[in-house]
T-cell receptor
Framework: AQTVTQSQPEMSVQEAETVTLSCTYD???????LFWYKQPPSRQMILVIR??????QNATENRFSVNFQKAAKSFSLKISDSQLGDAAMYFC??????????????FGKGTLLTVNP | KAGVTQTPRYLIKTRGQQVTLSCSPI?????VSWYQQTPGQGLQFLFE???????NKGNFPGRFSGRQFSNSRSEMNVSTLELGDSALYLC???????????????FGEGSRLTVL
């Protein structure tokens, strides 16, 4: 079974600075997707960024980018120019691309990000 | 386009009771997944429904069940509630073609269940 580990329960960053959230995963599969989701205090989970394992290029969405290291099974999220609205719980998630397991996400335990003004 | 709507947002039950939670997916989405979120266990997959059929189920006891209607709305039911069932129950909808993978998940705000 796949596992996702987020080793940083909490992180803090000053507004306008950069922060990196870590995520490692364990899988024997070669085809899969990785995601970062954000859950603000209002609780609605929002997709921040996704990465297909077959793509070597790291995904980028505005101020959010990832560092995907397939061999190391590492998938970190970098938030540049942090804003107060970035404060939330961030979850790293894995989804298999194989027919038998492509229906669910496996989540890490989350990292609570605080943004200080 | 309206997002995923879950009702009720908050509810309090006592041990032994049962509860039904509702989820209306984004229009056009035929797949509805349910997740349980607790501080200790994190987010865990409950089940997924597609075209009114449960396609996949997580590792939860039979007290947890669900169904999906022809309009893709879904309900989940928990019978004989236990204290440990206190959690945030999240519903997510996605576009999914028959036989294809679950696509990007769009989550609702969740239903917070407290069992006393």
């Amino acid at each position: 079974a796949q596992t996702v580990t987020q080793s940083q329960p909490e992180m803090s960053v000053q507004e306008a600075e950069t922060v990196t959230l870590s995520c490692t995963y364990d899988t024997s599969e070669s085809d899969y997707y990785l995601f970062w989701y954000k859950q603000p205090p209002s609780r609605q989970m929002i997709l921040v960024i996704r990465q297909e394992a077959y793509k070597q290029q790291n995904a980028t969405e505005n101020r959010f980018s990832v560092n995907f290291q397939k061999a190391a099974k590492s998938f970190s999220l970098k938030i540049s120019d942090s804003q107060l609205g970035d404060a939330a719980m961030y979850f790293c998630a894995y989804r298999s691309d194989s027919g038998g397991s492509n229906y669910k996400l496996t989540f890490g335990k989350g990292t609570l990000l605080t943004v200080n003004p | 386009k309206a997002g995923v709507t879950q009702t009720p947002r908050y509810l309090i039950k006592t041990r032994g009771q049962q509860v039904t939670l509702s989820c209306s997916p984004i229009s056009g989405h035929r797949s509805v997944s349910w997740y349980q979120q607790t501080p200790g266990q994190g987010l865990q997959f409950l089940f997924e429904y597609f075209s009114e059929t449960q396609r996949n189920k997580g590792n939860f006891p039979g007290r947890f069940s669900g169904r999906q209607f022809s309009n893709s709305r879904s309900e989940m039911n928990v019978s004989t509630l236990e204290l440990g069932d206190s959690a945030l129950y999240l519903c997510a909808s996605s576009l999914r073609l028959a036989g294809g993978p679950v696509g990007e998940l769009f989550f609702g705000e969740g239903s917070r269940l407290t069992v006393l």
